[in-house]
Protein backbone atom coordinates (compact mmCIF):
# COMPACT_ATOMS: atom_id res chain seq x y z
CA UNK A 1 0.00 0.00 0.00
CA UNK A 2 1.56 3.30 -0.87
CA UNK A 3 1.23 6.58 1.51
CA UNK A 4 -2.05 7.61 2.09
CA UNK A 5 -3.84 4.77 0.66
CA UNK A 6 -6.68 3.52 2.77
CA UNK A 7 -6.42 -0.28 2.82
CA UNK A 8 -9.90 -1.92 0.85
CA UNK A 9 -12.29 -0.01 -0.49
CA UNK A 10 -12.26 1.88 -4.40
CA UNK A 11 -11.35 5.36 -4.61
CA UNK A 12 -14.26 7.27 -5.31
CA UNK A 13 -12.91 9.30 -8.30
CA UNK A 14 -11.65 6.71 -10.41
CA UNK A 15 -13.47 3.55 -8.39
CA UNK A 16 -10.22 1.87 -9.18
CA UNK A 17 -8.03 1.21 -6.02
CA UNK A 18 -7.69 2.03 -2.51
CA UNK A 19 -9.44 5.52 -1.51
CA UNK A 20 -6.35 7.94 -0.12
CA UNK A 21 -6.66 9.06 3.54
CA UNK A 22 -7.07 12.82 4.43
CA UNK A 23 -4.11 12.49 7.23
CA UNK A 24 -0.72 11.55 7.41
CA UNK A 25 1.28 10.74 10.66
CA UNK A 26 4.97 10.18 10.21
CA UNK A 27 6.30 8.58 13.63
CA UNK A 28 9.18 6.82 14.96
CA UNK A 29 11.71 9.87 14.56
CA UNK A 30 14.74 10.88 16.35
CA UNK A 31 14.41 14.44 16.02
CA UNK A 32 12.10 16.90 13.57
CA UNK A 33 13.63 20.19 12.32
CA UNK A 34 10.91 22.83 12.47
CA UNK A 35 10.36 26.75 11.11
CA UNK A 36 10.06 27.48 15.10
CA UNK A 37 11.18 31.24 15.16
CA UNK A 38 10.29 32.39 11.67
CA UNK A 39 12.42 32.64 8.63
CA UNK A 40 15.91 33.48 8.90
CA UNK A 41 18.15 35.71 6.88
CA UNK A 42 22.18 35.89 7.06
CA UNK A 43 23.94 33.89 9.87
CA UNK A 44 21.07 32.80 11.33
CA UNK A 45 20.11 30.54 8.81
CA UNK A 46 22.26 27.81 10.63
CA UNK A 47 20.08 28.21 13.57
CA UNK A 48 17.64 24.92 13.26
CA UNK A 49 14.71 24.73 15.18
CA UNK A 50 14.81 20.94 16.49
CA UNK A 51 12.63 18.89 18.43
CA UNK A 52 14.90 15.89 19.70
CA UNK A 53 14.35 13.39 22.47
CA UNK A 54 12.83 10.34 20.35
CA UNK A 55 11.94 8.35 23.28
CA UNK A 56 13.35 5.19 25.02
CA UNK A 57 16.58 4.50 23.82
CA UNK A 58 16.62 7.63 21.01
CA UNK A 59 19.92 8.41 21.51
CA UNK A 60 22.04 5.96 19.99
CA UNK A 61 25.85 5.04 20.72
CA UNK A 62 28.52 6.58 18.47
CA UNK A 63 28.61 4.40 15.49
CA UNK A 64 25.91 2.78 16.30
CA UNK A 65 23.02 2.10 13.28
CA UNK A 66 19.22 0.57 13.41
CA UNK A 67 18.61 -2.39 11.00
CA UNK A 68 17.01 -1.18 7.55
CA UNK A 69 13.34 -1.56 8.29
CA UNK A 70 13.52 -2.20 12.02
CA UNK A 71 10.78 -0.98 14.10
CA UNK A 72 10.93 2.89 15.70
CA UNK A 73 12.07 3.10 19.22
CA UNK A 74 8.70 2.68 21.55
CA UNK A 75 7.39 6.48 21.03
CA UNK A 76 9.59 8.45 19.61
CA UNK A 77 8.42 11.82 17.63
CA UNK A 78 5.97 12.16 15.64
CA UNK A 79 4.69 15.09 13.68
CA UNK A 80 0.54 14.76 11.79
CA UNK A 81 -0.73 16.41 8.96
CA UNK A 82 -4.06 16.57 7.56
CA UNK A 83 -4.45 17.60 3.96
CA UNK A 84 -1.98 20.63 3.32
CA UNK A 85 -1.69 21.79 7.20
CA UNK A 86 0.23 20.33 9.61
CA UNK A 87 -1.84 19.80 12.67
CA UNK A 88 0.42 18.39 15.66
CA UNK A 89 4.07 17.44 16.19
CA UNK A 90 6.28 16.53 19.20
CA UNK A 91 6.24 12.70 21.28
CA UNK A 92 3.95 10.40 19.66
CA UNK A 93 1.91 10.22 22.62
CA UNK A 94 1.01 13.56 22.66
CA UNK A 95 0.14 13.94 18.68
CA UNK A 96 -2.03 11.04 18.87
CA UNK A 97 -3.59 13.01 22.05
CA UNK A 98 -3.36 16.47 19.85
CA UNK A 99 -5.52 14.79 16.83
CA UNK A 100 -7.93 12.98 19.22
CA UNK A 101 -9.29 16.03 21.08
CA UNK A 102 -8.68 18.12 17.72
CA UNK A 103 -11.31 15.52 16.53
CA UNK A 104 -9.89 13.40 14.35
CA UNK A 105 -9.59 9.90 13.87
CA UNK A 106 -6.38 7.89 14.29
CA UNK A 107 -7.87 5.57 11.59
CA UNK A 108 -7.95 7.79 9.17
CA UNK A 109 -4.29 8.56 8.78
CA UNK A 110 -1.83 7.01 7.04
CA UNK A 111 1.39 5.82 8.73
CA UNK A 112 4.84 6.59 7.95
CA UNK A 113 8.32 5.31 9.67
CA UNK A 114 10.78 7.67 9.84
CA UNK A 115 12.97 5.08 11.11
CA UNK A 116 14.79 6.49 13.85
CA UNK A 117 15.81 9.49 11.60
CA UNK A 118 15.36 13.07 11.21
CA UNK A 119 11.70 14.69 9.69
CA UNK A 120 12.40 18.02 8.02
CA UNK A 121 10.10 20.08 6.65
CA UNK A 122 9.16 20.14 2.71
CA UNK A 123 11.54 23.02 1.69
CA UNK A 124 10.80 24.27 -2.16
CA UNK A 125 13.33 26.39 -3.97
CA UNK A 126 11.22 28.15 -6.51
CA UNK A 127 13.65 29.93 -7.98
CA UNK A 128 14.73 30.07 -12.59
CA UNK A 129 17.50 30.95 -14.68
CA UNK A 130 17.16 33.47 -17.47
CA UNK A 131 18.30 31.30 -19.86
CA UNK A 132 15.00 29.13 -19.57
CA UNK A 133 13.36 32.47 -21.03
CA UNK A 134 9.70 31.43 -20.02
CA UNK A 135 8.34 28.54 -18.07
CA UNK A 136 9.52 25.36 -18.14
CA UNK A 137 6.05 23.70 -17.98
CA UNK A 138 5.44 21.07 -20.30
Do not use: C, K, N
Not at 28 to 54: D, I, K
Not at 69 to 78: I, T, V
Request: glycine share 20%.
Amino acid sequence: MSRGERAGGASPATGAGPAPLPGLLVEGALAVATLAGGLRRGSAQGEVGLLSGGGPGAAPEPGAASEPGAAPEPGGLAVAAWGDRLIAGGARADVARQIVAAGYSLADFARLDAARGLVTPGLIDAHTHLVFAGTREA
